[in-house]
T-cell receptor, first 113, second 116 residues
Framework: DAKTTQPPSMDCAEGRAANLPCNHS???????VYWYRQIHSQGPQYIIH???NNETNEMASLIITEDRKSSTLILPHATLRDTAVYYC??????????????FGKGTKLSVKP | GAVVSQHPSRVICKSGTSVKIECRSL??????MFWYRQFPKQSLMLMAT?????????EQGVEKDKFLINHASLTLSTLTVTSAHPEDSSFYIC????????????FGPGTRLTVT
C-alpha cells in the first residue's frame, strides 16, 4: 500500500507557482521522499528527492517539514507542459524491496492558460 | 544519460497468442529491472522485480506462468505475456536501477498492448 496521501487533482494558472502537497505521516527515519510525474501515455519521469533538508534542482523545489510528516513539491513557474500526474513516494534509498517505487494515485495537475 | 528503451512501443495481438516486450538500459548497467502495469485512469502497479541471472520476484496476485520475465544480461529484460486475453490489454512500463549508483530507478516510455 502507498504510504502517502495526495489530493486527487489541482489546477494552476500558467506562469504561476504550483504547490503540490503530500502527507506521509508514517515515514520512517531511513525513508526518502521522492517525486515523479507521468505525462499522459508516457513513462514516469523523476523530479526530485530528499531526506530531511529542502532540495532544489532545475525542475522543482522540495520542501519537507521538520517532523518529516509532510512535504510540498513546488514548480516555480508552471507551464502547459507541466500538466501531468504527480506522484509522491516514500522509500528506502538502497536496493531491495524496501527500495522499490510503489505508486499511489498521485495528484493530477492541470495547468491552464 | 540513464535512458531506458522499450520495444515495441505499441502492439496488437490476437487472443491466445504470446507477445514479448523488451526493456533495455542504453547507457548504464542495471542490477535490477522492474515491470509495471497500468490500466486506464489508474496508477502504476508493480508486477515483478528481476535481478540479472536470477528468477524474477512477482508481486502478490501476478501469475508468474502467464507473465514470463527474463533478465539475461545487465542491459536487457524481457516480459512475455503468454496466452494473452483481452483483459491483459494494458500499458506495460519497465524501469531499471543502476549498478552502484544512487539506486535511482529510470523508466522506459511504456508499451501499449491491445489484445483482440
Amino acid at each position: 500500500d502507498a504510504k502517502t496521501t495526495q489530493p486527487p487533482s489541482m489546477d494552476c494558472a500558467e506562469g504561476r507557482a504550483a504547490n503540490l502537497p503530500c502527507n506521509h505521516s508514517t515515514i520512517s527515519g531511513n525513508e526518502y521522499v521522492y517525486w515523479y510525474r507521468q505525462i499522459h501515455s508516457q513513462g514516469p519521469q523523476y523530479i526530485i528527492h530528499g531526506l530531511k533538508n529542502n532540495e532544489t534542482n532545475e525542475m522543482a523545489s522540495l520542501i519537507i517539514t521538520e517532523d518529516r510528516k509532510s512535504s510540498t513539491l513546488i514548480l516555480p513557474h508552471a507551464t502547459l507542459r507541466d500538466t501531468a500526474v504527480y506522484y509522491c513516494i516514500v522509500k528506502w534509498n538502497y536496493g531491495g524491496s524496501q527500495g522499490n517505487l510503489i505508486f499511489g494515485k498521485g495528484t493530477k495537475l492541470s495547468v491552464k492558460p | 544519460g540513464a535512458v531506458v528503451s522499450q520495444h515495441p512501443s505499441r502492439v496488437i495481438c490476437k487472443s491466445g497468442t504470446s507477445v514479448k516486450i523488451e526493456c533495455r538500459s542504453l547507457d548504464f548497467q542495471a542490477t535490477t529491472m522492474f515491470w509495471y502495469r497500468q490500466f486506464p485512469k489508474q496508477s502504476l502497479m508493480l508486477m515483478a522485480t528481476s535481478n540479472e541471472g536470477s528468477k524474477a520476484t512477482y508481486e502478490q496476485g501476478v501469475e508468474k506462468d502467464k507473465f514470463l520475465i527474463n533478465h539475461a544480461s545487465l542491459t536487457l529484460s524481457t516480459l512475455t505475456v503468454t496466452s494473452a486475453h483481452p483483459e491483459d490489454s494494458s500499458f506495460y512500463i519497465c524501469s531499471a536501477r543502476e549498478i552502484g549508483g544512487s539506486y535511482e530507478q529510470y523508466f522506459g516510455p511504456g508499451t501499449r498492448l491491445t489484445v483482440t
